[in-house]
C-alpha cells in the first residue's frame, strides 16, 4: 500500500471516529447511512469496478441479507450478529443461482438482466413468497444487535459497528487487489478476449465476483435491519440500485478512495443543503453532471502502474 493511500486512510479514520465526539445524534446517524453506502457500493466495485461487470440489481441482494437476518431472528430467535455471516452466504448463494445462465452476458445485455432481477425480487417480497416476507408491510420487531454484552441502540453506537466494519472491508479489498484474483478480475475489466487468451476462467471470476460482491451486500442488509429493527420491500428499491452504481462511477471505478468519496457525496452531500429543499437536488444533479462531463474517470480514479524506463531494460536483461 502506497505512502499517500496509508495517510489518507490514517486522516479519514481519525476524523471519522473522532466525529461522534462533536457531532449530535442527527448527524451521527447521518454518517451511519454514508457508512452503509460506502459498504454497499465497495461491494459493487468488486463487480462493476474490478471485473467490469454492469450490474444494476445490487439492490435485490442487499434485501436477500437483510430479509435472511429478519427472518431468522423474529422466527428463530436467532441473535442479529450471529446471522451476519449466514446472510452473506445465503446471498452469495443466490448470486450464484440467478447469475450462472447469464453470466457470459456483457454490458448493456448484463445491465438489463440485473434490473430485471432487482424487480422481481422487490416484487416477490411484496407478494409475501412463501408467507415469510411480510408483503408490502415487511418484517418488524427485529433486536438491535449485541456485541460483548452490549446491546447497541444508539445512532453512536451503531456508528463503530458500522465504520468498524467499513474499514475492515477496505483493509481486506485492498488485499484482495494484490492478489492473483484481483489481478484476474482486472484482465476481465480491461480485455475478457486476451484475459480469456491468457488462460483465464472467465466464466469462474465472473460468477465468483458476483457471489463475492452479493456476499458483502447480504452481510451490509443484515447490519441494515439490525439498526432499523423494520424492513419493507420499498427499502430495496430500483433507485437504491442506482444511486450505488453511481457512487462507484462518480467516485472513480475500481478505486477504493473513490467509493469512499463518491458515497460521502452521494450520501451525505444532500443533507448539508436540506434547507434548501426545493432547490437541493436540481443543484445536485447540475453538479453530478459538471463532474462527469470534466472527470469522466471519476473524482478519485484508479491508479495506472507505470513502469520506468530502467525498470523494463533490467526486466529484458535478466535471464
Not at 443543484?283 to 507505470?306: A, E
Amino acid at each position: 500500500m502506497s505512502r499517500g493511500l496509508l495517510v489518507s486512510y490514517a486522516v479519514l479514520t481519525l476524523v471519522l471516529f473522532g466525529a461522534p465526539l462533536v457531532l449530535d445524534a442527527y448527524w451521527v446517524d447521518v454518517l451511519n447511512s454514508v457508512g452503509l453506502y460506502a459498504l454497499l457500493a465497495l461491494s459493487l466495485n468488486i463487480i462493476l469496478g474490478d471485473a467490469g461487470l454492469f450490474n444494476m440489481g445490487h439492490a435485490a441482494f442487499y434485501a436477500v441479507g437483510a430479509y435472511t437476518t429478519a427472518i431468522l431472528n423474529t422466527r428463530l430467535g436467532l441473535p442479529t450478529l450471529w446471522a451476519l455471516p449466514v446472510s452473506g452466504l445465503v446471498a452469495a448463494l443466490f448470486a450464484a443461482l440467478v447469475a450462472r445462465p447469464v453470466i457470459h452476458l456483457r454490458g448493456d445485455y448484463l445491465l438489463i438482466v440485473t434490473i430485471g432481477l432487482g424487480e422481481i425480487v422487490r416484487i416477490a417480497l411484496v407478494n409475501d413468497v412463501f408467507g415469510l416476507t411480510g408483503g408490502s408491510n415487511g418484517l418488524f420487531g427485529i433486536a438491535r444487535p449485541t456485541l460483548f454484552g452490549l446491546k447497541i441502540r444508539r445512532p453512536h453506537e451503531f456508528f463503530y459497528l458500522i465504520w468498524a466494519f467499513v474499514a475492515l472491508t477496505v483493509f481486506l479489498f485492498h488485499r484482495l487487489e494484490q492478489s492473483r484474483f484481483g489481478r484476474a478480475l482486472n484482465y476481465l475489466r480491461e480485455d475478457p478476449v486476451a484475459a480469456e487468451g491468457s488462460g483465464v476462467n472467465t466464466g469462474r471470476y465472473r460468477l465468483l465476483a458476483f457471489a463475492l460482491g452479493a456476499a458483502w451486500a447480504g452481510m451490509t442488509g443484515n447490519l441494515y435491519a439490525a439498526k432499523m429493527t423494520i424492513i419493507s420491500p420499498e427499502s430495496f428499491s430500483f433507485w437504491e440500485s442506482v444511486l450505488l452504481f453511481l457512487i462507484v462511477i462518480l467516485g472513480g471505478s475500481g478505486s477504493i478512495p473513490g467509493v469512499l468519496l463518491g458515497a460521502f457525496l452521494v450520501v451525505g452531500l444532500p443533507e448539508l443543503f436540506r434547507g434548501f429543499a426545493s432547490a437541493r437536488m436540481l443543484v445536485f444533479g447540475l453538479v453530478m453532471m459538471v463532474l462527469m462531463v470534466f472527470r469522466t474517470q471519476g473524482l478519485l480514479p484508479l491508479r495506472t502502474v507505470r513502469f520506468k524506463k530502467s525498470d523494463l531494460q533490467r526486466a529484458k536483461a535478466a535471464p
